[in-house]
């Protein structure tokens, strides 16, 4: 996914505690990069891909995480359309997943009926909305960044909070 030489490779994925997973395979290597740049290595990296059916969806992932002890906080990547990102804000209710979820979820600037980056990334009848998923996860407790860069320190400082960093 990355491309380029593999010492670049072996600098940017290192083991550490948390688990990443998108719905975009370029975000998740983006977001691997970002992270290790901060000194936070990962325990898998996970691109589930935009379409609106996927063999393994967030939720699917996020539990897989939940199960997962090396697996400290996880780092998710979400997008406008389908409700994947609603139904891992449902499992963190449901007391599911108790693990700290660190959420970014691009569209920002996309209208209701437009496409965004891949197939299943549509806002139709208002369901899918970035709005709405920014507001479920971050009902749930989940610690929702509005910007992409501030991934990494948002995740350091939950690392710290539960010493696992």
């Known amino acids: 996914m990355i491309g380029g030489r593999a010492a670049s490779a072996q600098a940017w994925f290192f083991p550490g505690p948390v688990g990443i997973c998108s719905r975009s395979g370029g975000i998740t290597s983006s977001m691997t990069y970002y992270l290790a740049q901060a000194g936070i ?3 898998t990296l996970v691109a589930v891909g935009g379409d609106a ?30 409700s994947q990102e609603e139904q ?26 437009t496409r965004f980056s891949h197939a ?13 998923k920014v507001a479920r ?5 989940a610690h929702v960044v509005e910007n992409f860069g501030d991934i990494p320190a948002v995740t350091k400082q939950v690392l ?4 696992a960093l």
């Open 41 to 43: 290595g990962a325990t």
């Open 53 to 82: 059916i996927v063999g393994l969806p967030l939720p699917g992932v996020v539990r897989l995480f939940q199960d997962d002890p090396e697996t400290k906080a996880i780092v998710m990547f979400g997008e406008i359309g389908t």
């Open 88 to 113: 891992v804000a449902d499992l963190i209710e449901q007391g599911q997943v108790t693990k700290p979820l660190v959420a970014y979820i691009g569209g920002k600037g996309a209208k209701g009926g």
């Open 120 to 132: 299943g990334a549509i806002i139709e009848g208002g369901r899918g909305t970035r709005e709405g």
């Open 137 to 141: 996860l971050k009902e749930v407790g």
């Open 160 to 163: 710290q909070e539960i010493g």
